[in-house]
C-alpha cells in the first residue's frame, strides 16, 4: 500500500530532489530526507508539505564512508525506493589543478554512492526494496575535454548502476539512471549555460517519481536528441565539442 512505503532520498537538499520529496508525498510515500544541511531542509519542508509527520529528517554525508552502515541501521522506516541525488562540481579547469575537489566529485558521485547503496541492497531483510534512483548526468556519456573530471565520475556512477540492475534483477529490484542535462539549480547557478536547453528542478523531478522499467531515463525531447547524436558521435566529432 503506497502510504506504508518509504522513499529515501540521499542528498535530499538538492533543488531536485526537494521537488521529488513534495512529489513522492503528494503519492502517498513517507519520505526519509538525508542531507548535510538538516536546518535548509527543514525550512523547505515546513514552507511545503501539511503533513510533515511522514518525513524524517537525518543527517548524511555521502563522502563520510565510515559513518554509513550506522546511518543505515538507525533508519527508523527501511525504504522501498531509494534515489541518490548529491552531487557536487567543480569547474575542470580548478579540478585539474586542485585535487580536493577531484576527489570530493569522485567521492560523492560514486564513492559514496557505492558504499550506501551496496549497504542498502545487501539489507535482505528489507523486503520492501523496489526501487533505486541516480541522478547522473549527460556529461557522463563521452568524455569532453570541457568537463570530463565530472562527467567521468558521473559515468562510473552510471555504470554502477547499470550492472547494479543486473545484479537485482533476480530479486525484482528496479534500478534507473536519470541522465539530465542542464538543470536549474544551485548547482548551475552563475554558470554561463543555453537558456533553452535548461530544464527545471520539477521536471527532473517527475522523471523521478514516474521512472519506471526502463533503465537509463533522458528527460526533456531536446536533451533525448542530444543524448542519442552524442552516443554515436565519432570520436574525432566529439573531440571538436567544448
Ligand atoms: N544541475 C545540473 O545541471 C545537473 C545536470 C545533470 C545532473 N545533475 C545531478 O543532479 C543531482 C542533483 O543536483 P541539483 O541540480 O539538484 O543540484 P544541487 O541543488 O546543487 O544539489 C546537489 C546536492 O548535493 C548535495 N551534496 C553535495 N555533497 C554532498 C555530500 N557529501 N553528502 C550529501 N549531500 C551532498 C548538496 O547538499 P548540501 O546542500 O548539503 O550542500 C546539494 O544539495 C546531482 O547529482 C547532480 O550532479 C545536475
Known sequence: MPAQKTVLILGANSDVAKQAILLYVAKGYRVVAASRDLNTLEAFIVKHVTSIDVIRLIYFDAAAFADHQAFYDRLEWKPSIVLYAAGYLVDNEVALRQWPGTLQMMNVHYCGAVSILNIIVMDKSNTELGQIIGLSSLSGVRGRKSNFIYGSTKSAFTQYLAGLRQYLNSRKIKVNVI????????????????????????????????????????????????????????????????
Open 179 to 242: 541522465v539530465a542535462g542542464y538543470i536549474r539549480s544551485k548547482m548551475t547557478a552563475g554558470l554561463n549555460l543555453p537558456e533553452s536547453l535548461m530544464l527545471e528542478p520539477e521536471f527532473i523531478a517527475e522523471a523521478v517519481v514516474s521512472a519506471s522499467r526502463k533503465f537509463v531515463i533522458v528527460p526533456g525531447w531536446k536533451w533525448k536528441m542530444i543524448h542519442l547524436v552524442l552516443k554515436l558521435l565519432p570520436e574525432q566529432l566529439v573531440a571538436k565539442l567544448p
